[in-house]
């Protein structure tokens, strides 16, 4: 096959050849324009428009106070671990999610692919009803999943 592509090539003129060297050539970078800088492009201007909103909303959820009415009884002092409480939680809202116990007083969370605003709404509610803080919240929005977020966070009830 090679040779038969080598044999066609030196059968052209050096001009024809030229003339094909330069179409394939722009050919490969309009190739790689649309199909890759081009869609890459767009996917960082929407994220760097909406992680300035994501940072807010965290440190919004992180610096708010506690509704006591909400959270009253279900703190780390009735003897309650924060995995049993956020799985009760979760439970009652009809969410499966992967949780996993770091500590008693600690817990990630793998939230099942939501919108990243359901996501954020949900963990705000589970924040107020559990009486505990977000420590650490990962989120990758995948395009081809209709923008569907993979969300992990650390929960810990506050010192």
Do not use: H
Not at 32 to 46: E, G, V
Not at 66 to 74: D, Y
Not at 116 to 123: F, G, R
Request: net charge positive; glycine share 4%; no cysteine.
């Amino acid at each position: 096959m090679k040779e038969k592509i080598t044999f066609w090539w030196q059968a052209r003129s050096i001009r024809e050849q030229k003339t094909l060297l330069a179409w394939g050539l722009a050919f490969v970078a309009l190739l790689m324009w649309f199909a890759i800088i081009s869609p890459l492009s767009k996917r960082i201007d929407q994220l760097e428009k909406r992680i300035p909103e994501l940072e807010t909303r965290l440190n919004t959820m992180r610096s708010q106070p506690l509704n006591e009415i909400r959270a009253q009884g279900i703190t780390s002092k009735n003897g309650a671990d924060l995995r049993s409480t956020l799985f009760r939680l979760l439970a009652d809202k009809n969410i499966s999610a992967e949780l996993r116990a770091l500590s008693s007083s600690r817990v990630e969370i793998r939230l099942p692919g939501l919108p990243m605003k359901d996501a954020l709404a949900l963990l705000e509610s589970l924040r107020q009803e559990s009486g505990a803080r977000v420590v650490v919240l990962n989120a990758k929005t995948e395009a081809a999943s209709s923008g569907d977020a993979r969300v992990i966070v650390e929960m810990e009830y506050a010192p």
